[in-house]
């Protein structure tokens, strides 16, 4: 009868890297190794090294931890954009921008291939709005395009996770030229997108719905494989 491992059996992370780097399992040996590789990229570990009983997989450079972690992309490829919200209307609730405006605003840089989904929850809109791709080459190219104008106008995964305004959807907003702008062409402020395309550490950030229907895939090994 197969025995099935509890949390008490690792009392730390580097006991749980040791047994999915080591297991015995055959059926379950690729399982482990996918998890050792996940596991060691979350933490921003070498999971290239062997651990066998030291912790020098431990350390690795800032930039190549953040590699590790850009390379596993939630499949099909998404881009996560923030600041779509548009305020509050007269019961409270959060309004933003729908899945018709952003359809929009994208095939405006230039994307054609990607298909919005807004994310809304108790409170209404979230902010946020996933633009989803195919599941193929053609795809993850489109999504790194997206997410690299992003990139170049210092609206990308960097310049959010410094920002993280707390009072997002408030009146605020108005003032702070991080989230707004004032566009001379239409003569109104707009709201300022930022983008990056998400991975295996954005899975928190997506509906539950688009979660279920995910797998995380890693760019290098997909790139070469075709």
Not at 44 to 72: F, I, M, T, V
Not at 111 to 118: Q, V
Not at 211 to 225: A, G, H, L, M, N
Request: hydrophobic share 30%; proline share 4%; aromatic share 8%.
């Amino acid at each position: 009868m197969q025995r099935f491992r509890s949390s008490k059996d690792f009392p730390d992370t580097h006991s749980l890297i040791m047994h999915t780097y080591n297991s015995d399992n055959g059926d379950l040996r690729v399982d482990h190794l996918g998890l050792h590789k996940a596991l060691c990229v979350l933490m921003g570990w070498n999971y290239s090294k062997p651990p066998d009983n030291s912790k020098a997989y431990q350390y690795l450079s800032a930039d190549e931890a953040a590699a590790n972690r850009d390379d596993l992309v939630i499949w099909p490829p998404v881009v996560i954009i923030h600041n779509t919200i548009t305020g509050k209307n007269k019961d409270g609730r959060m309004e933003g921008l729908g899945n018709k405006v952003m359809d929009s605003k994208i095939r405006e840089l230039g994307c054609t291939g990607g298909k919005p989904k807004s994310l809304y929850g108790r409170e209404g809109h979230l902010g946020i709005t996933l633009i989803k791709f195919s599941s193929d080459q053609a795809g993850l190219k489109e999504a790194n395009r997206l997410a690299e104008y992003f990139e170049r106008s210092n609206h990308g995964r960097k310049a959010w996770s410094r920002l993280q305004p707390l009072t997002l959807g408030s009146k605020d907003d108005e003032n702070n030229p991080n989230l707004m702008k004032f566009d001379e062409r239409t003569r109104e402020k707009k709201r300022i997108f930022y983008g990056y395309v998400g991975t295996a550490s954005d899975l928190d950030k997506i509906d539950f719905e688009t979660r279920k229907k995910v797998v995380i895939e890693s760019q290098r090994e997909y790139k070469s494989s075709k």
